[in-house]
């Protein structure tokens, strides 16, 4: 069974930077796609960023552009966000996933435990 394990998060002040990292528990290439959504209280979970794994293009959600960066290290078999200039409505549980293709059983879409971003001053 596939597992993506994230690291970072926490509490971070208006105006700071934080990073997110993802490994998955096999080979990135296993992935078409990975990317970060995230689930702020009373709110839907909506996708924050994504890449593909082997061209590396990337996707973000408008409220994001010009402050998140998401990249790919296809040798250190993670995929990392990097967020700056965090806002107070960045706050939420941060869940990163991963999309593979299976031939017989199609696509199917994975999921970490989620970490917690806290942006507060």
């Known amino acids: 069974q596939v597992q993506l394990v994230e690291s970072g998060g926490g509490l971070v002040q208006p105006g700071g930077t934080m990073r997110l990292s993802c490994t998955p528990s096999?080979?990135?290439?296993?992935?078409?796609?990975m990317g970060w959504y995230r689930q702020a209280p009373g709110k839907q979970r909506e996708l924050v960023a994504s890449v593909t794994i082997a061209g590396g293009d990337t996707n973000y959600a408008d409220s994001v552009k010009g402050r998140f960066t998401i990249s790919r290290d296809n040798a250190k078999n993670t995929v990392s966000l990097r967020m700056s200039f965090l806002k107070p409505e960045d706050t939420a549980v941060y869940y990163c996933?991963?999309?593979?293709?299976?031939?017989?059983?199609?696509?199917?879409?994975?999921w970490g435990q989620g970490t917690q971003v806290t942006v507060s001053s």
């Open positions: 996933y991963g999309k593979t293709f299976h031939p017989v059983s199609g696509r199917t879409d994975h």
């Open positions: 096999g080979n990135i290439f296993d992935f078409y796609a």
